[in-house]
């Protein structure tokens, strides 16, 4: 099993919906988790953060944190094709460790 | 404020040679840290250091490779001798000093594409 699981995708929305981008991970102690943007080529940006259960919403986005049922979600709000990139799930651990263990990555293209 | 800067952005080597990525962190920032991703892979965690003291080198992958960061500025990573599965991206990033929030995330360099042939 993967320690952090993200569908890979492609997952494709016309551009005003909403998109849903999913995280599952396996560590418990896990206690910080990253949204992280990553347009093709380039390096990885970070979007959002979480590390209490509930929704914390940022302009466009929500993130959505389920500590019992390890999920992290990401929702997008009147996505643009702008939005169009690979979404990438981190997460962090306890204790001392800073280190990120990453997912896959979600592919995600908006459609005008 | 500049950002985190990797150089070079790509470098083809041959199998048995040897190379050195560069990072400057932003300035300011004591946490540095070295990814990795291969094709087709998660991007993986290879060290972290605070200041020029290495506080995890766990995900370095074996002896041919040594990350330094002398007088706590800029880190040097060299591969030697280069082997073909050593071909990824190799990004560094930093983030602020020890104590602050935790939960910031960091900012990346746009990192180095090597390539082993």
């Known amino acids: 099993q993967k320690e952090v699981e993200q569908n890979s995708g492609p997952l494709s929305v016309p551009e005003g919906a909403i998109a849903s981008l999913n995280c599952t991970y396996s560590?418990?102690?896990?206690?910080?988790f990253f949204w992280y943007r990553q347009y093709s080529g380039k390096s990885p940006e970070l979007i959002m953060f979480?590390?209490s259960n509930g929704d914390k919403e940022d302009g466009r986005f929500t993130a959505q944190l389920n500590k019992a049922s390890q999920y992290v979600s990401l929702l997008i709000r009147d996505s643009q094709p702008s939005d169009s990139a690979t979404y990438l799930c981190a997460v962090r651990s306890a204790g001392n460790n800073r280190k990120l263990i990453w997912g896959l990555g979600t592919s995600l293209a908006v459609n005008p | 404020e500049a950002g985190v800067t990797q150089f070079p952005s790509h470098s083809v080597i041959e199998k048995g040679q040897t190379v050195t990525l560069r990072c400057d962190p932003i300035s300011g920032h004591d946490n540095l840290y070295w990814y990795r991703r291969v094709m087709g892979k998660e991007i993986k965690f290879l060290l972290h250091?605070?200041?020029?003291?290495?506080?995890?080198e766990s995900g370095m992958p074996n002896n041919r490779f040594l990350a330094e960061r002398t007088g706590g500025t800029y880190s040097t990573l060299k591969v030697q001798p280069a082997e073909l599965e050593d071909s990824g991206v190799y990004f560094c990033a930093s983030s602020l000093s020890w104590g602050d929030n935790e939960n910031y995330g960091y900012t990346f360099g746009s990192g180095t594409r090597l390539t082993v042939v």
């Open positions: 560590d418990r102690g896990s206690q910080s």
């Open positions: 979480i590390y």
């Open positions: 250091f605070v200041k020029e003291s290495k506080q995890d």
